[in-house]
């Protein structure tokens, strides 16, 4: 089932970093040299604004933070926001269980500008950095553009977890199935015995005997409506025309295609007003537009922009 | 050098704790950015790493007391490296170092040339020359990545590890190393992207 790394992206660069060759190792001395020069300019600037709380030798440090946090009886560690109901400002925190009904969704930011989307009919417990059990229903997530971040959206369900990769997704348990959609990007898929990976435009459903299917899924259709219903709103004002063009092409699926350089470049600069509030992306598209010098055709798949 | 917005908040909130005095937060980014910034300026230092200790200390120095000015502009690398070339420059004058690469060697086309040359041929000093540059346009890059990406790449690539050996050397599961090591490889080709304005298959061709 694993897919083979080895292609021509891992051959490049596997010779780019061979010519490099290691990296040469920091002398202990020299980081702990530089580590003392600076932590003393970093504590006078501190002092001067009465900030610094202690001093611990730097190998110390971790291990004696632990300490105290565990040894002090009336430390109370607050608890930490995982994120906000996009409807109401409320705070989800890790232990919090998400159950929606069968007439409404919740769509959800993550901190970090990730949008969680639930769907009507949807059991889903809230744990601690960016991870979620799915009990029952479906799930979608975007996770945006975050090439160097470290960070992981980690779903489990009874069958198994999938872990994005910087994409967009949705993970579905129903009937003891689980499933995860790939819409840009991909998704590892692990059920403690096996793993693989979802690439852009393939479904894999994690049956509950072991089994793995993949299908092909559309990127752009009925399939995401659910989803693109319960997309957070694209604010305007403070956004080019480019910048909204793009989102309605996340949200939708859709190639964004500009006829020209120079229309691409007139969009860049361009912006327009207003609220597209209660508006799907492609209404919006309609209402943005009619503003403007540009003209769309949507083909299904392909949103097309002339000057 | 590509921007996202989830960095620059972590960079953000890790400068305030900084700045507000949080120690754990002061380790976090020495720890980050030392080796990090100290690679960087040895490819500028032509590897003298009495010369790049005096300017990665000057640099950090420089940014902890600015720290609290940061706002989350730039990336806090992008920062850190913009200061610290101009300490490169005020170092090599102070001492009177004539450095062929005072001018970072990303901003000059002839070098950029000389890498285009790279296949044409092999036995060539012109070939050798830029096989050198293009040693450093990678350790450049790899100097830009976090420090966990460069070192499972380093791992991977060059040390030819296992994603289990990764798994074991990163004190991480077999999982999560397969999912850093993937983010690690678009971020470096991004990265190279970014910097150099070119593929970086382009250069293999």
Same mark, same amino acid.
């Given at each position: 089932m694993k897919k083979d790394m080895t292609d021509d992206n891992d051959t490049t660069l596997s010779a780019l970093l061979k010519l490099a060759g290691p990296t040469e190792e920091i002398s202990a001395d020299v980081e702990q040299r530089v580590y003392s020069k600076v932590r003393e300019e970093w504590e006078q600037t501190s002092k001067g604004s009465g900030a610094v709380r202690w001093a611990i030798p730097f190998a110390l440090a971790a291990s004696v933070l632990v300490a105290i946090a565990l040894n002090s009886p009336n430390t109370e560690l607050p608890v930490r926001s995982v994120g906000t109901y996009v409807q109401s400002g409320a705070s989800i925190v890790a232990g919090d269980l998400i159950d929606t009904d069968m007439d409404s969704g919740q769509s959800i930011a993550l901190n970090g500008d990730i949008s969680l989307r639930v769907d009507k009919n949807t059991r889903l417990e809230v744990g601690d950095e960016g991870e979620f059990t799915l009990l029952a229903g479906r799930i979608y997530v975007d996770t945006g553009d975050r090439i160097y971040q470290d960070r992981h959206v980690i779903v489990h369900t009874a069958n198994g977890t999938a872990t994005d990769i910087g994409t967009q997704f949705s993970v579905a348990f129903v009937n003891a199935d689980m499933s995860v959609a790939v819409r840009e990007g991909q998704v590892d898929l692990s059920d403690g015995q096996q793993s693989s990976s979802a690439m852009r435009g393939e479904k894999m459903t994690l049956r509950s005997g072991g089994s793995i299917e993949i299908d092909e899924v559309q990127v752009a259709g009925a399939e995401w409506d659910w989803a693109v219903a319960l997309a957070p709103q694209f604010e305007?004002?403070?956004?080019t025309l480019l910048e909204f063009l793009k989102w309605v092409s996340r949200e939708t699926g859709m190639e964004l295609v500009f006829d020209s350089d120079e229309t691409r470049a007139v969009a860049r600069v361009s912006k327009s007003h207003g609220s597209i509030q209660g508006l799907t992306p492609l209404e919006a598209v309609e209402a943005v537009l009619a503003t403007t010098q540009f003209i769309y055709s949507i083909d299904g798949k392909t949103i097309s922009i002339k000057n | 050098m590509c921007v996202n917005t989830f960095q620059l908040k972590t960079d953000q909130k890790l400068a305030q704790r900084v700045a507000s005095g949080d120690v754990a937060a002061f380790d976090d980014f020495f720890r980050e950015y030392f080796p990090r910034l100290f690679r960087f300026t040895l490819t500028r230092t032509d590897g003298n790493a009495d010369l790049a200790e005096e300017v990665v200390q000057r640099t950090m120095c420089i940014v902890v007391r600015k720290m609290g000015s940061y706002r989350g502009e730039a990336l806090l690398f992008t920062w850190l490296c913009q200061i610290c070339r101009n300490e490169l420059v005020s170092v090599f004058r102070q001492r009177g170092v004539v450095s062929r690469n005072s001018v970072p060697f990303e901003d000059v086309p002839e070098i950029r040339a000389a890498i285009e040359s790279i296949s044409e041929d092999p036995g060539s000093p012109e070939h050798s020359h830029a096989a050198t540059e293009l040693a450093r346009f990678v350790r450049v890059t790899l100097s830009h990545l976090p420090l966990r990406y460069a070192s499972v790449l380093e791992l991977k690539y060059i040390r030819g590890c296992s994603v289990a050996e990764i798994a074991t050397e990163m004190k991480m599961s077999t999982k999560a190393a397969e999912s850093v090591l993937s983010r690690a490889r678009a971020a470096f080709k991004e990265g190279f992207r970014s910097l150099? $304005?070119?593929?970086? $298959?382009f250069l293999l061709k």
């Open positions: 305007l004002d403070n956004h | 150099w $304005d070119f593929e970086p $298959d």
